[in-house]
């Protein structure tokens, strides 16, 4: 049931990046955006370490936005197609000025473990599901085109016995648009 899941999640990703839609544009219309896509990684490492997986990990990335609001699903399995965590963001863009971004969100999220339970005295494998619920907030302010400072604030409510509350900050700086060579620019 988990590998069919996958793989109807992995042909929509497929179709979903690898089609565009153009039409004719209007000033009054309403901005929307709608994209995915599939990342491959070997090691599995996620934002909050206590929940990295340590090993080949797929991710499916989607996201779908009207105006300021959006809605970003970020789903991820092993490569032995077991799933191990599942976010599903709702997120929004607060503040949009020509220096300062600030976008806060919310997830319902679930975390998956395998584990060994003992049931008439046989030893099984099954997977046990954990559950959260998180809430972000991101400001980011541009110093100049190639600089700019940021933080994140990710807190977290676990609903299981294992992790009730997680406090996670990061500070981070990136430098967009540096010119390698005429028409070439890379980001940090």
């Given at each position: 049931?988990?590998?069919?899941?996958?793989?109807?999640?992995?042909?929509?990703?497929?179709?979903?990046?690898?089609?565009?839609?153009?039409?004719?544009?209007?000033?009054?219309?309403?901005?929307?955006?709608?994209?995915?896509?599939?990342?491959?990684?070997?090691?599995?490492?996620?934002?909050?370490?206590?929940?990295?997986?340590?090993?080949?990990?797929?991710?499916?990335?989607?996201?779908?936005?009207?105006?300021?609001?959006?809605?970003?699903?970020?789903?991820?399995?092993?490569?032995?197609?077991?799933?191990?965590?599942?976010?599903?963001?709702?997120?929004?863009?607060?503040?949009?000025?020509?220096?300062?971004?600030?976008?806060?969100?919310?997830?319902?999220?679930?975390?998956?473990?395998?584990?060994?339970?003992?049931?008439?005295?046989?030893?099984?494998?099954?997977?046990?599901?954990?559950?959260?619920?998180?809430?972000?907030?991101?400001?980011?302010?541009?110093?100049?085109?190639?600089?700019?400072?940021?933080?994140?604030?990710?807190?977290?409510?676990?609903?299981?016995?294992?992790?009730?509350?997680?406090?996670?900050?990061?500070?981070?700086?990136?430098?967009?648009?540096i010119k390698v060579l005429p028409g070439i620019q890379v980001g940090l």
């Open positions: 049931m988990i590998r069919q899941a996958m793989y109807i999640i992995i042909l929509v990703c497929i179709f979903l990046t690898c089609t565009h839609i153009t039409g004719q544009t209007d000033s009054n219309a309403v901005s929307s955006h709608f994209s995915g896509k599939i990342l491959a990684t070997n090691n599995g490492i996620s934002l909050v370490p206590s929940f990295s997986l340590d090993k080949p990990a797929l991710l499916f990335n989607l996201a779908l936005g009207k105006r300021r609001l959006s809605f970003d699903p970020d789903i991820r399995f092993s490569l032995e197609g077991k799933p191990w965590s599942m976010l599903f963001w709702f997120r929004y863009k607060a503040v949009q000025k020509n220096k300062l971004d600030l976008r806060v969100g919310m997830h319902p999220g679930y975390n998956f473990r395998t584990i060994s339970v003992v049931s008439y005295e046989k030893t099984k494998d099954v997977i046990e599901t954990r559950r959260f619920l998180a809430f972000e907030i991101a400001p980011n302010y541009r110093i100049s085109d190639k600089i700019k400072v940021g933080a994140y604030y990710l807190f977290s409510l676990g609903f299981d016995d294992s992790q009730k509350y997680t406090h996670f900050v990061t500070l981070n700086t990136s430098f967009p648009n």
